[in-house]
């Protein structure tokens, strides 16, 4: 974590390219899913161990911003932020940045619910308290980051 984000660096590969030159829309989403996976991984929580709980976390919506295009090459950071949290839906943003820019590329955000794995919502306060709390306490963490 560095600050209020978490930050997630990679280089922008040939084949993420359109025949413009530049990176495929499409692609952006899946950035923002590589690196909302990786802040879960930071904190302790990841995917494939919350899965392994029965619990599943689908995108209810995503929403992209593009304001520089990226290119081939191009080492980025993703700066994300989850913004909301109350048991049964999750809100996360995040800001695109080329290295050695200051200049924003690329903003959004994602919604998200959990549910079991028969696909119903839950209660997590109640039926994981300490996934509840980690998460609970991650969100107020970035919160107080953010106001200082």
């Known amino acids: 974590m560095e600050g209020s984000y978490s930050i997630y ?3 922008m590969n040939y084949y993420e390219t359109d025949q413009m030159g530049i990176i495929h829309h499409s692609n952006y989403i899946r950035l923002f899913e590589e690196a909302r996976l990786d802040l879960m991984d930071k904190e302790g929580l990841s995917y494939a161990s919350i899965e392994k709980m029965g619990i599943i976390i689908p995108v209810l919506s995503a929403e992209c911003r593009y304001l520089l295009p990226l290119c081939y090459n191009d080492n980025i950071s993703v700066h994300t932020r989850i913004t909301k949290f109350d048991g049964i839906k999750m809100e996360l943003i995040y800001e695109i940045y080329k290295d050695g ?3 924003l590329c690329t903003s959004g955000h ?3 619910c959990f549910l079991d794995k028969n696909m119903k919502p839950f209660r997590m306060k109640k039926l994981y308290p ?3 709390c980690k998460l609970r306490e991650l969100v107020k963490r970035m919160e107080r980051e953010t106001n200082n």
């Open 9 to 11: 660096r990679r280089k």
């Open 110 to 112: 994602t919604g998200h």
């Open 130 to 132: 300490d996934l509840y």
């Open 101 to 103: 820019f200051p200049d």
